[in-house]
């Protein structure tokens, strides 16, 4: 038998033997959290979260390292730079 479980009805493999801590969280969102399970496929609150974190923290990751590679500094910004630098003419 495999060591492997799924977080989620999508399926992503977490292992048993994963270090798991602990996160305080308001009750209200505790009771918020358990409403949604009720109407997923979800095992578990803690399943449910640990999906739900892992979705949100790699499209914020995404999105972050996107605005990294740019800085938000438009082509021609860098150009007009470049030229006021001496490195363009």
Do not use: I, K, N, W
């Amino acid at each position: 038998m495999s060591d492997l479980q799924s977080d989620g009805p999508t399926g992503e493999p977490s292992r048993d033997t994963e270090d798991r801590q602990a996160v305080e969280l308001p009750s209200r969102v505790v009771a918020r959290v358990d409403e949604r399970v009720r109407v997923t496929d979800f095992e578990s609150s803690a399943d449910y979260v640990t999906f739900v974190l892992r979705e949100t923290l790699a499209r914020v990751e995404s999105e972050a390292d996107d605005e990294t590679a740019t800085d938000g500094v438009s082509e021609a910004d860098v150009q007009s730079r470049l030229e006021s630098l001496g490195y363009l003419e």
